[in-house]
T-cell receptor, first 121, second 106 residues
Framework: EVQLVESGGGLVKPGGSLRLSCAAS????????MSWVRQAPGKGLEWVGR??????????DYAAPVKGRFTISRDDSKNTLYLQMDSLQTEDTAVYYC????????????WGQGTQITVSS | DIQMTQSPSTLSASVGDRVTITCRAS??????LAWYQQKPGKAPKPLIS???SLETGVPSRFSGSGSGTEFTLTISSLQPDDFATYYC????????FGGGTKVEIK
């Protein structure tokens, strides 16, 4: 059974930084493209960014609102996905989900339970 | 960027009703379209991939159709467990979600 467990969420001040982790199990993590998706309170889903697998260069892509501020990385030896968030803004307040891709397409297969990030002074 | 527009944003219906949700893409996405169901406080659940392929375990009352820029999600006979918010998502170029359709009890 695929399990994705996010951690690292919490309250942070505007301009601050936070790193989220996603511990993966139940599948071959090193073979999986991974994404982060967020959902602001009472709002819809927003894709944050994606990381491909090592053989695809572990290439990353980001949505415009977070490009240059957020960094996605992976540690295949630890089956863990990361989201480094810098220069946080109040608009980044959301639940952040770790998600697997199906094969090498951008269909989002398995979702974690999410972790809450609140950016507030 | 490809924009996805869902309608309606809210839909009031009764158990047993046939329900249709529309999703339009700002440019052609072939059939690279997914539908997800989300209940309050829970992660989204994939329902349909490739515009019309039902995910394993999803009831057959759900169906998807369309190609190019126009897509629909249909629930043939609404059940109590179906009251939720539904999102479309294109995956032709990166990923973009529609704004969501909340299906409420009438």
């Amino acid at each position: 059974e695929v399990q994705l467990v996010e951690s690292g969420g919490g309250l942070v001040k505007p301009g601050g930084s936070l790193r989220l982790s996603c511990a993966a199990s139940g599948f071959t993590f090193s073979d999986a493209w991974m994404s982060w998706v967020r959902q602001a309170p009472g709002k819809g889903l927003e894709w944050v960014g994606r990381i491909k697998i090592k053989t695809d260069g572990a290439t990353t892509d980001y949505a415009a609102p977070v490009k240059g501020r957020f960094t996605i990385s992976r540690d295949d030896s630890k089956n863990t996905l990361y989201l480094q968030m810098d220069s946080l803004q109040t608009e980044d307040t959301a639940v952040y989900y770790c998600v697997t891709h199906r094969s090498i397409v951008n269909f989002l297969d398995n979702w974690g339970q999410g972790t809450q990030i609140t950016v507030s002074s | 960027d490809i924009q996805m527009t869902q309608s309606p944003s809210t839909l009031s219906a009764s158990v047993g009703d046939r329900v249709t949700i529309t999703c339009r893409a700002s440019q052609s996405i072939s059939t690279w379209l997914a539908w997800y169901q989300q209940k309050p406080g829970k992660a989204p659940k994939p329902l349909i991939s490739k515009a019309s392929s039902l995910e394993t375990g999803v009831p057959s009352r759900f169906s998807g159709s369309g190609s190019g820029t126009e897509f629909t999600l249909t629930i043939s006979s609404l059940q109590p467990d179906d009251f939720a918010t539904y999102y479309c998502q294109q995956y032709n170029t990166y990923l973009t979600f529609g704004g969501g359709t909340k299906v409420e009890i009438k």
